[in-house]
């Protein structure tokens, strides 16, 4: 059974039990990859700015496009696209498939 959980330093992450994937921040994900959020480690009025905007935990994000010299990252989660500051990527982890 999958469920969020919310621990005392304000991280919202999903609980799968054993975990097959290996996990990512956002920012390291390449144009084009993809992959399931898994883990909001931020403050909770960012959490739910995210959240209002499609960012729920156990969605599939894919990275559009990546700016020159650390910009913003444009990423697609379901049909809506979304430019994010790279330090609110770093923020968000994601479950990656095993290769």
């Known amino acids: 059974m999958k469920r969020i ?14 975990n097959p994937y290996t996990m ?30 499609g960012f729920r935990i156990g969605k599939r994000i894919e990275v559009v496009r990546s700016a020159r010299f650390a910009g913003p990252l444009h990423v697609r989660v379901g049909s809506t696209d979304i430019v994010l500051r790279r330090n609110e990527a770093h923020q968000i982890e994601i479950a990656s498939e095993p290769a």
């Open 24 to 53: 990512l921040n956002l920012a390291s994900l390449q144009p084009g990859e993809s992959g399931i959020i898994h883990a909001i480690h931020s403050e909770q009025a960012l959490y739910y700015r995210l959240a209002a905007m």
């Open 5 to 18: 959980l919310c621990d005392n330093k304000n991280r919202y992450h999903l609980d799968t039990g054993k």
